[in-house]
C-alpha cells in the first residue's frame, strides 16, 4: 500500500494542523522531534509558524482577559461522550445528535484555532472557513467552521498530548498513540493531560453557556478512567463497526490524510499499518478494561451497521438508554438532518482472504467482545 499523493501534496501547506495551534506548542513539538523537519515539509512547518506567531498578541489577550474566570469556571452539566475508533461513525453520530439545541460542542473553528475562540470569532472564522474543503475528501462529509468538531484538534493546538501530532510528525507515531492510552507515561505527564483537558472543556462551556457538551473523540475510547476522574457523571455513547471494513475504511483514511498533515517525510506504509493495528488492540482492552468504571445508566453501546440503517431509531434509543430528556423537541431536526445525509453512500469494500486472516488473526478478541461473525 502507498500514501496517496504524497509527492503531489507536499507543497500544500494549508490543511496543515499545526497553522492554528499555539507557538509554544510548535516549538515544544520540535523539540520533542529533535527538530527533524524533512528538507520537502519546510513550507509547511514554517507557515505554521508565521499563522501562529501572527494569533500569538489575541492568544495573550485572551488568555490576560479569560484565564482567571476559565480556571474558577465549576462545569455544571458533565459532558456526553461519542467513542469509538477512527471511521467508525462518530462523526454522522456527532452530526446528528448536535441537532438537538441542549447540546454544546467545538465547532471546527474552536477546534482549530483554541488560543483565540472566545474573542476572536467574527473575524477570524471567515479565514478558517478560507482554508477548510467544502467536503471531508475521504468520505464527501460536508465540512463547515460552524459545524461539530473533535476536541481532539483543539487538544493538539493547546498542547503536546494529541494523537493528530503522529499525523504531522509520522516518524514519532508511537509516541503520539500513547497519549491515547497513558499506560507508559509518568503521573506528572498524565495530571498535565488532565489539566489542560479540564481547561479547555471550561473554556468550552463557556463559550456554549453552560450546555452540556457533546465531545466526539475516539482517542477518548481509551480514556474512560481521566474522563471520569474529570467528570464522575459523564454519560458515554460508543459505536462499533465490523473490523473488516474498519480496517480497510481506516487505511485508506490514513494514506490519504498523512500526506496533507506531515512535517516528516513519512514511514513505509507497512509501519503506519502496523502501528494503526496495535493502537486498535490496545485502545479496545483499555476499554473493555474501563467501561465497567461508568455508573450503571450512563453508557450505551450501539453498532454503526444499525445506526446507518435507521439512524432515527437508534437516536431515539440512546436517549432512553441515557436517560435523555429533549427528544421530542429536536425529532424534527434530527429527521431533517437525517433525510439530508441520505445520498452519502458507505464505500464498498472487497475483503480478499489475505485482509480477511490478517485482520481476523491480530482482532480476535474485538469479534468475539461485539459479536461480529469471522
Same mark, same amino acid.
Given at each position: 500500500?502507498?500514501?496517496?499523493?504524497?509527492?503531489?501534496?507536499?507543497?500544500?501547506?494549508?490543511?496543515?494542523? &499545526?497553522?492554528?495551534?499555539? &507557538?509554544?506548542?510548535?516549538?515544544?513539538?520540535?523539540?520533542?522531534?529533535?527538530?527533524?523537519?524533512?528538507?520537502?515539509?519546510?513550507?509547511?512547518?514554517?507557515?505554521?509558524?508565521?499563522?501562529?506567531?501572527? &494569533?500569538?498578541?489575541?492568544?495573550?489577550?485572551?488568555?490576560?482577559?479569560?484565564?482567571?474566570?476559565?480556571?474558577?469556571?465549576?462545569?455544571?452539566?458533565?459532558?456526553?461522550?461519542?467513542?469509538?475508533?477512527?471511521?467508525?461513525?462518530?462523526?454522522?453520530?456527532?452530526?446528528?445528535?448536535?441537532?438537538?439545541?441542549?447540546?454544546?460542542?467545538?465547532?471546527?473553528?474552536?477546534?482549530?484555532?483554541?488560543?483565540?475562540?472566545?474573542?476572536?470569532?467574527?473575524?477570524?472564522?471567515? #479565514?478558517?472557513?478560507?482554508?477548510?474543503?467544502?467536503?471531508?475528501?475521504?468520505?464527501?462529509?460536508? !465540512?463547515?467552521?460552524?459545524?461539530?468538531?473533535?476536541?481532539?484538534?483543539?487538544?493538539?493546538?493547546?498542547?503536546?498530548?494529541?494523537?493528530?501530532?503522529?499525523?504531522?510528525?509520522?516518524?514519532?507515531?508511537?509516541?503520539?498513540?500513547?497519549?491515547?492510552?497513558?499506560?507508559?507515561?509518568?503521573?506528572?505527564?498524565?495530571?498535565?493531560?488532565?489539566?489542560?483537558?479540564?481547561?479547555?472543556?471550561?473554556?468550552?462551556?463557556?463559550?456554549?453557556?453552560?450546555?452540556?457538551?457533546?465531545?466526539?473523540?475516539?482517542?477518548?475510547?481509551?480514556?474512560?478512567?481521566? #474522563?471520569?476522574?474529570?467528570?464522575?457523571?459523564?454519560?458515554?455513547?460508543?459505536?462499533?463497526?465490523?473490523?473488516?471494513?474498519?480496517?480497510?475504511? !481506516? !487505511?485508506?483514511?490514513?494514506? !490519504?490524510?498523512?500526506?496533507?498533515?506531515?512535517?516528516?517525510?513519512?514511514?513505509?506504509?507497512?509501519?503506519?499499518?502496523?502501528?494503526?493495528?496495535?493502537?486498535?488492540?490496545?485502545?479496545?482492552?483499555?476499554?473493555?478494561?474501563?467501561?465497567? #468504571?461508568?455508573?450503571?445508566?450512563?453508557?450505551?453501546?450501539?453498532?454503526?451497521?444499525?445506526?446507518?440503517?435507521?439512524?432515527?431509531?437508534?437516536?431515539?434509543?440512546?436517549?432512553?438508554? &441515557?436517560?435523555?430528556?429533549?427528544?421530542?423537541?429536536?425529532?424534527?431536526?434530527?429527521?431533517?438532518?437525517?433525510?439530508?445525509?441520505?445520498?452519502?453512500?458507505?464505500?464498498?469494500?472487497?475483503?480478499?482472504?489475505?485482509?480477511?486472516?490478517?485482520?481476523?488473526?491480530?482482532?480476535?478478541?474485538?469479534?468475539?467482545?461485539?459479536?461480529?461473525?469471522?
Amino acid at each position: 500500500m502507498q500514501y496517496h499523493k504524497r509527492k503531489e501534496n507536499i507543497l500544500l501547506v494549508t490543511k496543515e494542523p &499545526l497553522a492554528g495551534a499555539n &507557538l509554544s506548542t510548535i516549538f515544544r513539538l520540535l523539540i520533542q522531534n529533535k527538530f527533524h523537519i524533512s528538507f520537502s515539509y519546510l513550507p509547511r512547518i514554517l507557515y505554521s509558524i508565521f499563522l501562529s506567531s501572527m &494569533l500569538l498578541p489575541f492568544r495573550r489577550k485572551e488568555h490576560k482577559t479569560y484565564n482567571k474566570t476559565i480556571k474558577e469556571y465549576e462545569v455544571k452539566h458533565h459532558p456526553l461522550f461519542l467513542l469509538g475508533h477512527w471511521r467508525s461513525g462518530t462523526t454522522f453520530l456527532h452530526n446528528v445528535l448536535s441537532k438537538d439545541n441542549q447540546f454544546g460542542f467545538l465547532s471546527t473553528f474552536d477546534a482549530y484555532l483554541p488560543g483565540v475562540f472566545l474573542s476572536c470569532e467574527s473575524f477570524l472564522k471567515p #479565514l478558517v472557513a478560507m482554508s477548510i474543503p467544502s467536503k471531508r475528501p475521504m468520505d464527501n462529509v460536508a !465540512m463547515n467552521a460552524d459545524f461539530p468538531q473533535e476536541d481532539e484538534y483543539a487538544l493538539g493546538g493547546s498542547c503536546v498530548y494529541s494523537y493528530y501530532h503522529g499525523w504531522c510528525f509520522p516518524r514519532n507515531m508511537g509516541l503520539y498513540n500513547q497519549y491515547v492510552l497513558f499506560d507508559r507515561l509518568s503521573a506528572k505527564t498524565k495530571n498535565d493531560f488532565k489539566n489542560h483537558y479540564s481547561y479547555l472543556i471550561k473554556k468550552a462551556s463557556i463559550k456554549t453557556g453552560g450546555k452540556r457538551l457533546l465531545l466526539k473523540n475516539p482517542s477518548n475510547t481509551a480514556r474512560i478512567k481521566i #474522563l471520569l476522574d474529570l467528570f464522575p457523571d459523564a454519560k458515554f455513547i460508543h459505536i462499533q463497526r465490523n473490523p473488516y471494513h474498519q480496517y480497510l475504511s !481506516m !487505511m485508506r483514511f490514513m494514506k !490519504m490524510v498523512i500526506p496533507l498533515y506531515c512535517v516528516q517525510t513519512p514511514p513505509a506504509f507497512k509501519e503506519v499499518e502496523d502501528l494503526m493495528m496495535e493502537l486498535y488492540v490496545q485502545m479496545y482492552t483499555k476499554y473493555f478494561n474501563e467501561r465497567k #468504571l461508568i455508573p450503571k445508566g450512563n453508557l450505551i453501546e450501539i453498532r454503526y451497521e444499525d445506526f446507518i440503517v435507521d439512524p432515527f431509531l437508534e437516536i431515539n434509543n440512546i436517549y432512553v438508554k &441515557l436517560g435523555l430528556l429533549g427528544f421530542e423537541g429536536a425529532e424534527r431536526s434530527f429527521k431533517a438532518y437525517i433525510l439530508s445525509q441520505s445520498e452519502i453512500k458507505t464505500a464498498d469494500y472487497e475483503i480478499s482472504k489475505e485482509i480477511r486472516d490478517k485482520v481476523y488473526n491480530k482482532w480476535k478478541f474485538i469479534f468475539e467482545k461485539f459479536g461480529y461473525d469471522y
